[in-house]
């Protein structure tokens, strides 16, 4: 592993997995490997859960974290190749990044899209550029496409809670039969980033070990690459049924950017809709908008892992840093 | 002690002292007892004293402190029950703070009031409510009535101050004769919170050992259940009286809540004032507006007692965290 | 050295240019220097390289770097003596300053110029006042007229070029003649600081091993007292005839201040321009304006060493550091 900014970066998911549940049992076994190792954490965006689980897991493992939100703390970075910087701009990223590479063993990086304009998001310029000039492994903490300590931690999670309920092979540390999950669009208040839900397909798809279900209103498809492999409908209770796991996440318009189009209260999760369901657990990345998104009965009953999971960001952070360090 | 919010959490104000002053005589003494154990420190306000005299604290303990700037940082979070979050607020303390205890062993959180609605701010929401849902030690770096570590440090400063003027029962770490301490409010140019001489009072009547008097005008009294115990005087040369500490402090009305009435420039502690005093120790807890609160004269003479207070930040937090320590 | 805010506090040039030369060779040979010390880090203006830097140099050394961003973490200090602080100023430095001195065992201060007062900021009030009242070393993470950590990074960095080129007299550290170095104006957007113009002038007189000419249009003339020593001259073509390195800056003017004149864009450094020069290494402190104050052509070519200066901005700081350190 070069560098972590997809799944594509993961030789072994199951490996990875189970590395991040061994950090989960003894959370100091590694304390000695990042002696002497830092890494930068750059915010163009802010973070909570990312940010705080990401130095947790490099604390755990004796490095040190460096945290620098470029916005206030510093200035505006300039992404685009041979730019006359007579603007707002302050510094390329030609220029700041082989520094960042100098300074720090890895580094870590979180950039939103714009939502603005389609092409230039899907580009992932920034955090591709980062990989271009910092010369050291980068690590997304969230990008304008992708989310994959998210995605890593939610295969962690599911993982866990399988072998919770008796229901994985310890051999292959795969599921003994593969698990209905249902990732489900969900209302919200204003237009989010298609991160979180494409990075989540992209990780079910590739760790292959699930029947696995998206569903959202007409206008909210996403984009096919990192769907494809999934079964895809506009009803949400044809595919609920029989759920062992549902995802929940809003997410815009990818087709015309960045909008919201229906927003219709009935597709947030309910008791009566979770009925549908074989017992799920259910999920979500948060920050999550109460009786918006997701109901209070919901998350606040016996079926919400939402805590677990955003207990589990550390691990998953932990093994990814780790992977890192020991490539060096 | 299972938090830290409130001197109702102290059983033990005298031995709590007396650790605070031993730290502040060998820093490192306890600095293995905090390894591999981590603080959150929550900012949804500003800070100087505090958070960087609580970092210091940890580290001489041992301890990794994590300083997140909820604001700047991270978003608005929601404080309500039942909340139907259509509106700014991003996430709620039900999903937040749970995930801070699992990322933290103690999470220390910074919060003012609003001053808006007194009926809020003393219900103490926000606070309460990282305590009912963080499930770990919560201790309060100033919350919307009280200022604890404050408090504590002053009861310290004092404390220390006797003993250097051999006026304190070493066998008993208590006054020999009870010091006259008077709690004096000062002007200001905008509406502050009570907390500091709400905190002051509470501390010092659950301590009683002073001879204890509050001066202030009319139409600044405090919540009684915090100054009960006081003698309470609209007369502030009779205060100062052979009074042996001076606390300056500028608060806002409580009961027409969250204004200034008069702002009368005479209640600014000068020498002349001073004079009336037992050559009295004059204390403030910072910032203080020089030349509206209190005067250069008193702030830059030999009589003000204010750096070596702000010193004592320090110990009082290494104390606290360490009893919380020592509990798990 | 008791502080470090300018070179008239180094005694001796070489020998600390040897020292971070040490550290690049061996990071965490001193290792054990810092144990249970502390820096407090205030930035009342932004940073990025200084501010990573310098914490990367104190973890090497074993100590703790306290990061505090004045303005969004705190509030407005105020530095003049005897203010009647009934305006926006929250915080007297005479309050402030000497509390710093009992957290922390060295104070790093940024603290940029308004450019709008010359006497002013010329008088370097904030950074004096810290020095004043604060009672423990500081140093300038750049002040409002001298950048003092950059341009000891400067002379490290010619130093090691020089040494790489077989031109350096190993037995003294100094070079076996003086190379032509070469201070040129640029353009840019807006109007900036003249500090570190200033203070590489300050520096290279100081160090004595240069013949150091300075170019720039009429009335971008900088503070005498720092040039003093050099060739000025308004012909860049002259200039640059010859010259071993090129050290590229905007500044403002100086006389009347804080402007901006002629800014014509034939100031900008091109590789046309270069030729006229004996092969020479380019130098800037960053950040910069791409296509503006430095052609593309220039920044990525063979002659650019303005990665690797600010590399060695780490190497500059932790000597300077460990020097502090040992003082005590």
Redesign the interface.
Known sequence: MNHFVSVADVPDIPALVSRALAYKNDP?QDVTLGE?R?I?ML?LN????T???T??AA?QLGM?A?V??VG????AL?FEE??????NT???V???A???G??FDILCIRTFPSLKNREDDYSELYINQFIKYAGIPIVSLESATLHPLQSFTDIITITEQLALQGKLDTATGKPARKPKIVLTWAPH?KPLPQCVANSFAQWVNAWGEADFVITHPEDYELEPSFTKGATITHDQDEALKDADFVYVKNWSTFNDYGKIYVNDPEWMLTNEKLALTNNAKVMHC???????ELS?EI??GPNSI??TQ??NR?WAAQAVLSELIRRK
Chains 1, 2, 3 share one sequence.
């Open positions: 100091y002497r830092r930068g915010f802010p973070s909570m859960r940010r705080l689980s130095q947790v604390q040190e460096v620098f939100n206030s703390e510093g200035w300039e041979e730019a006359i910087m007579s603007g302050v510094e390329h030609k220029d700041a082989p520094i960042m100098k300074y208040v948060l920050p999550v908008r109460r009786n918006v209070d998350l606040d939402v805590t955003a207990g550390v």
